[in-house]
């Protein structure tokens, strides 16, 4: 069975669904994740360069680089595939804070639909998305695009977000009629995953050993429709 999971950035699928799809690939499954915000911007201003200096990282690194970097480590970890498609993150499209990043799509921010159009030509029997659980611009973006598509898709629980709002909503664009799920997980293989994106732990988390005591708190519960349940019962 092919796999595709959609995740905004270099680190949305291990924090969310890492475990989950370690299982798959385990399972001798052909496993891609698949990041849509990924692109370097020289010389960084303003929000997107304090997005980098408030993890201590200087205005001369690379900041997606090393995020790569790192996404490339993890998913070695979870045994999966990489891809990236490009696109620059919000504080890159105009969003000027944190609070912004939560506020709401500007007007205008059509990204979603370069993503869709990207994501268009892809092929694969199962797909895995952000339900957008805390809002975020980008989270939003991608659950709009996959949606769209309406693929077989299982939606995942936006972590850290959903940790810090248990009571967190969807995003308005998750499909209805759907119910929960949960397949086999390696939860040890996710957190060892994610202590790669060394330079999100400690403004996340509070570095690696709240990260890891965090998820194993946090059992993957995704959210399916009938498309994705048929492809479960037949492929999985």
Not at 10 to 28: H, R
Not at 153 to 168: E, I, Q
């Amino acid at each position: 069975m092919r796999v595709l999971a959609v995740s905004p950035h270099l680190d949305d699928a291990a924090f969310s669904a890492g475990g989950t799809l370690a299982a798959l690939a385990e399972a001798g499954h052909e496993v891609t994740v698949l990041t849509c915000f990924t692109r370097s911007v020289p010389d960084p201003t303003g929000f997107a360069l304090a997005c980098q200096l408030d993890k201590g990282l200087g205005p001369d690194v690379d900041y997606l680089a090393l995020r790569r970097a790192e996404n490339a480590a993890a998913t070695a970890v979870l045994g999966v595939t990489a891809v990236d498609l490009d696109l620059p993150e919000a504080p890159h499209r105009g969003y000027t804070s944190a609070a912004d990043l939560f506020a709401g799509v500007h007007p205008g921010d059509d990204v979603w639909r370069e993503v869709a159009g990207q994501l268009t030509g892809l092929d694969a029997d199962l797909w895995l998305a952000p339900q957008a659980l805390g809002a975020h611009v980008d989270h939003l973006q991608v659950l709009r695009a996959v949606a769209a598509l309406d693929r077989p898709t299982l939606w995942w629980r936006d972590s850290p977000y959903v940790l810090r709002r248990p009571d967190a909503v969807p995003g308005a664009a998750l499909p209805g009629g759907l119910s929960p799920v949960q397949l086999p997980q390696l939860p040890d293989r996710r957190a060892d995953a994610c202590a790669c994106y060394r330079s999100q732990l400690g403004f996340q988390f509070g570095g690696e050993a709240g990260m890891r005591a965090a998820l194993a708190e946090l059992p993957e519960v995704l959210l399916t429709g009938e498309a994705a349940r048929d492809v479960l019962a037949v492929r999985a």
